[in-house]
């Protein structure tokens, strides 16, 4: 079966560069959650969509964006990064209006990204 | 505000034996409560998820937890574990209205010894 893709699935940047992390969707999907789990951290919400709005928003810095594409795509795109940007950055897509107990969020594997 | 807490950073126990991984939360209202693994380099997988009705919950790979209320507890049980088992298990809390908003725990790194 399909699962969420993400890619790249690692990537290196320097201090103040940007970066552009990319998630598909399981298809049929309509929403995407993005969180960020630092090195020997849980993961934290960062940010959701829904139909390609903004569904909630947690603890994403103002240096980071996202949206999410007609295709359901999503992508995230970081700015000046920061050697605390270093994380495990996950994506999970799920399907709406199905009732929790009839559906759940797949996460892909994760965009590892290092700054040096 | 909410809050998981898993009280065991690490835990090593021998093939075969049973395991008992420990959560606590704190919410408002009527939590959603799952069980995520998390092998090495791997994404999160669903163990199981509690929503309502029974408060013992079946997952995959022969975990089940059972939710208690008066405790505020969702604890992971499997009474035999395998090699295959050893990695990082998170509790997580969500709310009804955003299921993929999650509040995870700090995690349990679980070591399986021959």
């Known amino acids: 079966a399909a699962g969420v893709i993400q890619s790249p699935r690692h990537l290196i940047k320097e201090k103040r560069e940007t970066a552009t992390l990319k998630c598909y969707p399981i298809?049929?999907?309509?929403?995407v959650y993005w969180y960020q789990q630092g090195p020997g951290q849980d993961p934290q919400f960062l940010i959701s969509?829904?139909?390609?709005?903004?569904?909630d928003k947690g603890s994403i810095p103002d240096r980071f964006s996202a949206q999410q594409f007609s295709d359901y795509h999503s992508e995230l795109n970081m700015s000046s990064l920061e050697l605390g940007d270093s994380a495990l950055y996950f994506c999970?897509?799920?399907?709406?209006?199905?009732?929790?107990?009839?559906?759940?969020?797949?996460f892909g594997q994760g965009t590892r990204l290092t700054v040096v | 505000a909410q809050s998981v807490t898993q009280p065991d950073i690490h835990i090593t126990v021998s093939e075969g034996a049973s395991l008992e991984l420990r959560c606590n939360y704190s919410?408002?209202?009527?939590?959603?409560l799952f069980w995520y693994v998390q092998s090495p380099g791997q994404g999160l997988q669903l163990l199981l998820k509690?929503?309502?009705?029974?408060?013992l919950v079946q997952g995959i790979k022969g975990f089940e937890a059972e939710f208690k209320r008066s405790q505020s507890s969702f604890n992971l049980r499997k009474p035999s574990v395998h090699w295959s088992d050893a990695a990082e298990y998170f509790c997580?809390?969500?709310?009804?209205?955003?299921?993929?908003?999650?509040?995870f725990g700090a995690g349990t790194q679980v070591v399986v010894t021959p």
């Open positions: 999970a897509s799920s399907l709406a209006g199905q009732g929790p107990s009839n559906t759940e969020a797949f």
């Open positions: 298809p049929r999907h309509d929403t």
């Open positions: 969509f829904y139909e390609k709005m903004q569904s």
């Open positions: 919410y408002g209202a009527t939590p959603y």
């Open positions: 509690y929503f309502s009705g029974d408060t």
């Open positions: 997580a809390v969500g709310p009804i209205d955003s299921w993929g908003k999650l509040q």
